[in-house]
């Protein structure tokens, strides 16, 4: 084989990989947003060949041979092209020990899981869960031994969504938020509640898709380039940097909440639109790892959007929308409601202070569950003993408890721990921009621009062409989690008015 | 190779189709509904590459050699198998005569097509639709010669959604309707005019999509298994029998446009939902040809929707809808209004007794297109000369003109005949149903269960085990024209009192 036929095969080797994934992201999509309901089964059948076709691609012998090849070529290569080299080993040494069979079935479980828990959510029933997620906890615990046999299953699973995370250093960083903020939580009880009775007024649906449309103008979301729809759980998916989509729900009586899953997922959005479209139909397209875009995310949603300066710039187009039901209401008081702390039942909606403890509860059940200490049986349990304990809140009901998240339906274990790191690396970020540039003039106009440009500059364009730590690195510095907490710290503190 | 292996491959080269299908249509469907603006790029990527992944798999010489294996064991195989054999090998002897390289292209130009036919329709620009409208002829016409090199090429097209349909069969049949029609519309023309003018009052959207609700549940569309959408020109696709979408167009000041573009789309959509679900994932699914299957749809568009029995079933609750625009208006009036016969612009929006005009001039350009006679630069002029000559009438722009159907931009040459094939043998269908039981009355309560019965058992359920022309034997009868011009004459007569 002669290099140049090489670095053709490794081309089109990339553009099917992506031509099956857009395959199954379009009927993932047409699943949760318009298809009719009882459907679910003839895109399962389609979405197991289909992925039955990848694994059958990808687990060929001639594209070890094609790697292998390559690899020994490295002067030849761009980075790009090497880097399209190292990722891919890792998958096809990861595939190749997946037997096809498990893989096709896996896929058609992942589908109907969906639906199942859907239905499950809307019924409120666990019972009707657990059979699909049994066998999900049961594929993910021999996929742990598949991905890195070395390793503790749990930290096989973290390691594919932030590259080198373990249990040990999660513990140490949760034990870090719980030693820091249980405190302020505390405090926070004995003081006088943040009135948000405002937000929970009548705002009609209509009204809050304009606000959506205001927002992602906001943001500077392209919509010629990014789509919104409605779905259950909001949720991003990118197709290439020139095609995003993001999903809301809008909820009558809950203003903050379509709205801060605009702005989150808007995040999502910006990161994948932000990516070098040199990456498109290749490997180094789209975020790096769940950590870094949750960093994305949730800068935006709560460094950026619940920030005094942000309210101030969108808020009089906000009471425009709605301006009865905002009738009185001043942008600081919107800002005080929107940053209104206590413990809740429901993750998406928790505020930034209690956030992480959601997190830590996912963490410690998803722990014990492919440590094989926990059964899925004992599931709702736990969950409504972890709620009393970290969070002092009684779980009513299995839609409010254990069943609120997609997560698990779609196969995603490990996942969770990212959000709280992305908050942290997002804290270190924000740090590093204001030492560098004006932040709060131009986010205090209602312009993004400078701030998504840093990001774009630091982070976006990347795509996955640097490891995930090497990102952070970059853009955070080393990793120092109390700057996390010194930030939500001193929001609090100002806010409840502590000492 | 024994039997029950060929078998099974048999049926997993039949469910790989299907998947490669779905995934195709997914993207299709994502294309022409949510997808923002400037992502056909992507799309086309995608549908390319998978289409090539496609077409090697059918072209592979193995499949080849199972289906000459099967087709020496027809005493072993159901009558199911044996069919799915034959039309296997017609896919495969017409597949592999494509040159990979070619069909992929093709694949991606039609992705292209659709995108920018899009465009130039908005803008009234053929000019900038005009390149890949000549691409796509080029490649029709070099297919038409893998379809069948014996034919003349148009005829090869025609034969593929009407199994031996030619052009010497239509010029008789179109033949027949121009003798029988044009003398009726020429005395129309002297006959005071029907006023519809409550029909192009304002209807919001919002209301029409509750009548497009009613109608579904009317039509007995189980909203489980079909869901509506809105596109620029409406379509029926279906995934599986369990799995239909169906969508519309809104104009606020047309109420009857989507009405009846929900009951015909709606027709289709009953046909695809009464195909037998055991055929699902092989390639006995779904309506037999475009012939039959705007014979549904314009069964219920026209020879259900537009009866008077129907329209006094459905009024009450129409009016109800829209108390202001029809107030004053009684059933015969709305009766009479959707049946006003007028020379007009717009195929989809024409009246019943002028449709089959709108077709013959579609026949008439491809087949000269096709035929080598006509280039593409000159389908403005034709298209406008044949409209004044037919119809009387003058054609403004291109977008009222040569750019009002999608069927070219999707790569469909050949397919208009069937619109008026169809309409042909829905007439036959229904005298023979009129001999066997009552329809009008059950219609006339708004009950189309037995009509829908009536149709699922003669052509639903079939699929595509049976021939078309089997199919519309066993419905209609040998083929008549004059039971069609016999109906449309005694309809029009009677509407505008002519002798």
Known sequence: ????????????????????????????????????????????????????????????????????????????????????????????????????????????????????WHRAKEASDFALFRPVLERLVAFQKKFAGYFDSTKAPYDALLNEYERGMTMEKLDRFFGVLRERLVPVIREIAGRPQIDDSFLHRSFPVEQQRKLSDYLMEVLGLDRAHCAIGETEHPFTLNFTSQDVRITTNYKEHDLADSMYSVIHEGGHALYELGVNPAYDYNCLAGGVSMGVHESQSRFYENLIGRSLPFIRAVFPRIRELFPQQLENVTAEDFYRAVNKAQPSLIRTEADELTYCFHVMIRYEI???????????????????????????????????????????????????????????????????????????????????????????????????????GEVVERACGPFDPTVYTDYLEDKYRRLYGLK
């Open 1 to 116: 084989m002669d290099l140049q036929t090489a670095l053709q095969q490794l081309e089109a080797l990339q553009q099917k990989q992506y031509a099956y994934r857009t395959a199954s992201s379009a009927l993932y999509l047409d699943g949760v947003t318009v298809a009719p309901r009882d459907t679910a089964e003839g895109r399962g059948v389609a979405l197991g060949i289909l992925a039955g076709e990848e694994h059958k691609l990808f687990s060929d012998p001639q594209v070890g041979a094609l790697l292998t090849f390559l690899e020994g070529e490295t002067t030849g290569l761009t980075p790009e092209q090497a880097r399209q080299v190292q990722l891919l080993r890792r998958g096809y040494d990861q595939l190749s020990r997946i037997p096809a069979g498990e893989y096709m079935e896996y896929a058609q479980l992942t589908n109907q899981a969906s639906d199942v």
């Open 366 to 468: 998803e722990k014990q569950l492919i440590g094989g200490t926990l059964e899925v049986k004992d599931i709702p349990q736990v969950w409504n003993a972890l709620y009393r304990d970290y969070l002092g809140v009684e779980v009513p009901d299995d839609r409010r408890g254990c069943l609120q998240d997609s997560h698990w339906s779609g196969g995603s274990f490990g996942y969770f721990p990212s959000y709280a790191l992305g908050s942290a690396y997002g804290v270190q970020m924000l740090r590093n921009m204001e030492r560098e540039m004006d932040v709060w003039g131009p986010v205090g106009r209602g312009d993004l621009s400078a701030v998504t440009g840093w990001l774009r500059d630091r982070i976006h364009r990347y795509g996955c062409l640097l490891e995930p």
